[in-house]
C-alpha cells in the first residue's frame, strides 16, 4: 500500500469530531431542541380552516329553501289541436312506442353481441386458472 495512503488512514482514525457538534447532537438527541416556530401558527391556521368549512356547509344544507305548495296550483289543461281526435292521439303515441322499443331492442342486441364473448373469454380464463390440471 502507498505510504501516502497509510498516513491518511492513520489521520483519518484519529480524527475526533468537534465537542460543539457532539453537543448539538446530544441535545436534540435528548429532546432538547426547541420546537419550530411558524408550526403552532399552521395549527391555528389548519384548525380555523376547518372549523368555517365546517360551519359553512352546515348553514348551507340547513338554508330553509322557497317554500314550494302545488296544492294550490292547479294543472293547466292542455287542449289537443283542433281537428284531431282521440284516436288519432292514441296512434301517434303507439307508433313513437314501437319505434323506441325497436331502437332498445336494437342497443340490447349490439351490447349483447358485444360484450358476451368477453365476459364468456373472462370466465373460461378464470375458470382455467383456478382448477387444477389433472395429469393422467
Same mark, same amino acid.
Given at each position: ?14 480524527? @475526533? ?8 447532537? @446530544? ?5 432538547? @431542541?426547541? =420546537? ?6 399552521? @395549527? ?21 329553501? #322557497?317554500?314550494?305548495?302545488?296544492? +294550490?296550483?292547479?294543472? =293547466?289543461?292542455? +287542449? #289537443? #289541436? ?5 284516436? +288519432? !292521439?292514441?296512434? /301517434?303515441?303507439? /307508433? ?13 342486441? !349490439? !351490447?349483447? +353481441?358485444?360484450?358476451? =364473448? ?11 386458472? !383456478?382448477?387444477?390440471?389433472?395429469? =393422467?
Amino acid at each position: 500500500m502507498d505510504e501516502f495512503m497509510k498516513t491518511i488512514i492513520r489521520r483519518l482514525r484519529s480524527e @475526533r469530531c468537534p465537542e460543539r457538534v457532539l453537543e448539538k447532537v @446530544r441535545r436534540a438527541v435528548a429532546g432538547d @431542541r426547541a =420546537p419550530a416556530v411558524g408550526l403552532g401558527r399552521i @395549527r391555528l391556521g389548519l384548525g380555523a380552516a376547518t372549523v368555517l368549512l365546517v360551519l359553512s356547509a352546515t348553514l348551507f344544507l340547513l338554508k330553509p329553501g #322557497p317554500k314550494l305548495d302545488l296544492t +294550490q296550483a292547479p294543472l =293547466p289543461r292542455s +287542449q #289537443p #289541436p283542433e281537428g284531431t281526435t282521440s284516436r +288519432q !292521439i292514441y296512434a /301517434s303515441l303507439g /307508433s313513437m312506442g314501437m319505434v323506441l322499443q325497436e331502437a332498445g331492442n336494437r342497443s340490447g342486441t !349490439i !351490447i349483447f +353481441q358485444e360484450t358476451f =364473448p368477453l365476459l364468456r373469454q373472462g370466465l373460461e380464463t378464470t375458470k382455467n386458472a !383456478i382448477t387444477p390440471k389433472n395429469k =393422467p
